[in-house]
């Protein structure tokens, strides 16, 4: 089993950027896919990065070219890098971890092993 752990979130300014991190307790897996989801109040939960363990990644529009996911190896953790955050990005922030794709999803039914959250808030 995988445990993942997110850490990271805060309170920022709009522009601003902010780093998130997940750590993975439990079993190391050589072959992955991890990926970033958020859950804005009142809204479903969205997927929004994801990378495997060829480095393969993906994006949803509403991040890409603002918001970066990166994992060196199995053991180093997950990092999503956000930069010039817009009050929209105010959310949980979630890290799932899940079998090995080509290129991963990101529909959260993908994913067997979830973090409990950090809280992103973003004011205009």
């Known amino acids: 089993q995988v445990q993942p752990v997110e850490s990271g979130g805060a309170s920022v300014q709009a522009g601003e950027s902010l780093r998130l991190s997940c750590a993975s307790a439990?079993?190391?897996?050589?072959?992955?896919?991890m990926a970033w989801f958020r859950q804005a109040p009142g809204k479903d939960r969205e997927g929004i990065a994801a990378?495997?363990?060829?480095?393969?990644?993906g994006y949803a529009d509403s991040v890409k070219g603002r918001f970066t996911v990166s994992k060196d190896n199995a053991k180093n953790p997950l990092y999503l890098q956000m930069n010039n955050l817009k009050p929209e990005d105010t959310a949980v922030y979630y890290c799932?971890?899940?079998?090995?794709?080509?290129?991963?999803?990101?529909?959260?039914?993908?994913?067997?092993?979830w973090g409990k959250g950090t809280l992103v808030t973003v004011s205009s």
């Open positions: 799932a971890h899940g079998p090995f794709d080509r290129i991963c999803s990101l529909a959260s039914n993908q994913y067997n092993y």
């Open positions: 439990g079993d190391t897996y050589r072959n992955y896919c």
């Open positions: 990378i495997n363990n060829k480095y393969a990644k």
